[in-house]
């Protein structure tokens, strides 16, 4: 019946009593790269958290492989294979690099089998492997954050900022690593770094004031000056 | 848009011609038509030795054997002063946010330095002064902006006026020593205030309670016996003011104390009120909605928690001195200080409703008289209750009930779980399924299924473990279990209940107000699209 | 354990040294002040009382480290578990090795499963409302005090014969003890130990830690984090457990002695820092430690031991002011 992956289908968050999302529609095909653009506050966070189930939406559907997710626990919804990178580089930083990894492990044995693709990806915490996550500079907190989401098998990763208060070259490493990855897993990426997002991601999503107003191919935006300026106040 | 009462106001106050009469007869009428409710009880209070006297057919005044009225006044003087001691910690907790679990220090504060001022330490007006001073440099180093220099100064000169003016010898007045522990609780106020407030409010929490049951330890330790009289207590028969003397000396007096304990009780209920429509007050709750916003305005919120700490410390206090008064035998024991007197308070703001006015005084009134009046009931399990059921029966049921709410989540997703699966069954054949209607209908009819075989399964278990039991003739008192129904209601009312009865009723009626208002809303804006085109 | 010490971050280096530093002064006081073998004797209570309140302190502080409860029916636990052992120590007709490991079990599973039935029940509803979380922790103390009293009557019971294995006495200090003293300690050393490696070497253990940190990215990793919770509240309810089976023989059950071990809890977390679990062992041993001398000092000099109980709140106010979020915590 569908061809995506996951489909957000107009979905309602409160947070308290504050009506963050009203209506966000989001489909993501499977292999793809998609990226949410909006300004900040808009709500690009709150989807990827309301799609992990950390902020369950009061309505709305979001169906992920053909099942209707929302409303479950957000454990359950990551068991299915979502794999979530959030924003502001949350690692664990008592436990050592390998320790965080090892959280991640759902099934024994998942680190190994995948430890070899993680250190090709970032072969910096490979160096790092028995630092505490404290030690680690802001680069390779993310790419860790990244790594951890790529221990067991997900078939979708939710990224929020990846590039955010990065150094340049770091985030060209850390696109780079985001570009081939994609050809295991699908991506839903919140970016607020255009120029980053254009490069990246395939297609888009615009979220403003809590609301999905655009949605096409990135090829597309980018010729679109205008709805470039309306929404996202860059030229 | 004018209220009724401001309506009511207006059209009866227009024939009075001077201005000044009239806006004094406005002002006058606002404050009867506003607060008729709080006056009739007021007035209720004040008769109600007498309405009792009525009823029960008994002398107001003590003559022995001792009468009805004069029993129910002891137990309402009591019941206000504990009202007055949970009105104090619903200010503190339910209108500032901060969390202390040592209030009973406060309370036993009032009795303790009392007497160990009066009959034990027989301190002078020296000393007493001397104490005053203290107290009024502390206060001044937490709320005026003096440096350290000025403070040892004007302390120096408060020290040496008082060597010099007042003379040493002499003992101090019940109302001098009642001053000075008004003076102790404030110093405990501000020095817990100062260490603790600053942090998370949990430090709060903690600091208190181990401060609260130090001194409780330190009051029933045979060690300070001549001081603190250990388990016996701190009594003072004699040293009240004759005009204000309870105790059953077949005078008039004993109803004068009744009207002091009432009026105190209408001043602290209206001095909270002032307190928190005052500015203070008002920055005080948005320091209990957002404590980081109200200082970021640049409210100094240390400043403001501190000073209602402090109040609600001398209410604590006073109404801690007020309670020893009324005891059977005049005596302040250690119990004061314990752990009791910090959970009940707690439970009555909670249970009447949290930052509400008259919750905790409609909790601990209706809590205290009413173990009053069921203190002397016995019951067996087979007593019959309201006809249908019997004691045990009952307990039964509450059981059921209380598993059934407390596990109802996992229930629930059994339950939903099995809706669906017969849904599905049912999708094909039955038409009330294809509406939400149906839906409902079905889950509603299998929670009420459940919960009546969990009732049956309960009530055959129940009955058979009742019979067989041995103690099923013992007979209980009501107010063994008093402690144990307390318990449950609390958490019964922390679970399901958090604004209490009072912010629960609160909420319902502002609710149907909104509601009312969004149907006229509603109905009244299509009418203002027409004609607008 | 070389590696623990070269990691450390220069704040709990300092702290390392001023704990280093306050014990070698209590134990100079009481040896100039005491002479070596009362010294002696009250270093030993000190421990002793420090292994007791760390098994109702580490509860405490791995509760509120990981769940954000601070759990005032601790005390509670412990005064549950002291009863039903002792009712079960006293009840059964058996060796006394067999009747003290039965005492031991049938505590430690009745609060656990206490522990259990209250989380899952009355604190899990309440993770939004976390003011309502202290205050019902805080009533339900009172009512499971009461509910002890009811059943068990209000006098204090007497301390119980040691379990046979352990009925045999030692000199120390010009002392002489019993065997079943030395137990305790090595009981709550064995619980530190345990507790540690639980923490740092198995995968629960760093789920925990990871937890402590920041437990609603442990969900979104897949992992069931509401069973971790019950876990640890289960786990610290059954620590406090033990801790008061453990206080049956030498000290007998009180009322009270809930709500003193409570405090003494407080005061280590307090001081050890919220939620480090280093830092409440270090915290257990300096206020067992603080407490003994202090009961002796007061003895010798004012006859008066409740004076002690002053001791242990000066400490706890002293470490507010000066270092808030305790020596081992976190900067808030």
Known sequence: MTDYILEVQNIHTFIGEFHILEGVTVQVPPGSITVLLGRNGAGKTTTLRSIIGLTPPRSGQIIFKGEVIQGRRAYHIARMGIGYVPENRIIFRDLTVAQNLQIAERQKGDLDRKADFIFTLFPDLKRLYTLPGGNLSGGQQQMLAVARALVPDNDLLLIDEPSEGLAPVIIEQMMEAIRQLSSHTTVLLVEQNFQVASRLAERYVIIEEGLSVHAGLIADLVQDRDLIKTYLGVA | M?????????????????????????????????????????????????????????????????????????????????????????LLFGFSGVISFGHALFFGAGGYVTFIVLNEYDASYQQGALIVVIGITLILALFSRMNVRQLLIIALIGVLLTLLLMPGEGTLSFYQAIGLAVVASIAVSLISGVVTLRLRGIYFAMFTLALAEMFWVLAKSGTFRDITGAEDGLGFRDILPESFNPTPTFDGSRLDMYRLTVVFFVIVFIAIRRYLNSPVGRVMIAIRENEERARTIGYNTFYYKVLTMTFAGVIATLSGLLFVIWATDKRVHPEALSLKYTVDPLLNSLIGGIGTLTGPVIATLGLSLGETYLRNETFTLDTGLFGILT??????????????WLFRRPLQTGLRRVVDMVRRDTARAATFASGTHGHWALILGYYGLVVLLLLAVGLVIGSEIAHNLEFKGDVY?????????????????????????????????????????EQSAQQSAPKGNNSAS | MLTYFANLSPQHRRSWGLVVAYVALLLAVSYVDFGYNTAGQTAFRGILLGMLVFMVASGLSLIFGLLDVLNFAQGAFLLIGAYVGYDVYTSLDAGTTVRFLAA???????????????????????????????????????VLLDLVERYYGPDPKQPLDPPGFLDNNFTLFDQSLSYYRLFIIFLGLTMMVGVFLL????????????????????Q???????????????LGAALAALGGIALVPYQGATLEMGNQFLILAIVVIVIGGMGSYEGTAIASIVVGLTRAVAEQLSLEHFDAPVLAETSILLLMIVVLLVQPSGLFGREE
């Open chain 2, 2 to 90: 004018m209220s009724m009462i401001e309506r009511t106001i207006y059209a009866n106050t227009q024939k009075i011609k001077d201005p000044t009469l009239r806006g004094l007869a406005e002002s006058a009428a606002r404050l009867v038509l506003e607060n008729w409710a709080y006056l009739l009880f007021v007035i209720v209070l004040w008769r109600f030795p007498y309405i009792v006297a009525d009823l029960t057919d008994t002398e107001v005044q003590p003559r022995r054997p001792t009468g009805d009225s004069v029993f129910w006044q002891s137990e309402m003087a009591r019941a206000l002063a504990l009202t007055c001691l949970a009105m104090s910690y619903n």
């Open chain 2, 391 to 404: 004691v045990w029966q009952l307990a039964v049921v509450l059981v059921v009930g209380l598993v059934w």
């Open chain 2, 477 to 517: 008192n009501v107010s063994d279990l008093w402690e144990l129904f307390l318990g449950i209601l609390f958490v019964v009312v922390v679970m399901a209940l958090p604004h209490g009865i009072v912010g629960t009723w609160n909420t319902f009626w502002a609710n149907r107000r909104v509601r009312r208002l």
């Open chain 3, 104 to 142: 031991i079990v049938s505590g430690v599973v009745f609060v656990g499963v206490l522990g259990a039935i209250m989380e899952t029940g009355l604190i899990r509803p309440l993770y939004d409302r976390p003011v309502f979380q202290i205050v019902l922790t805080f009533g339900l103390a009172a």
């Open chain 3, 199 to 218: 923490l740092n070497r198995t995968r629960i253990g760093i789920i925990i830690r990871a937890g402590v940190q920041d437990s609603e990215m442990v």
């Open chain 3, 220 to 234: 979104a990793l897949g992992i069931n984090v509401r069973l971790i919770f019950t876990l640890v509240f289960v």
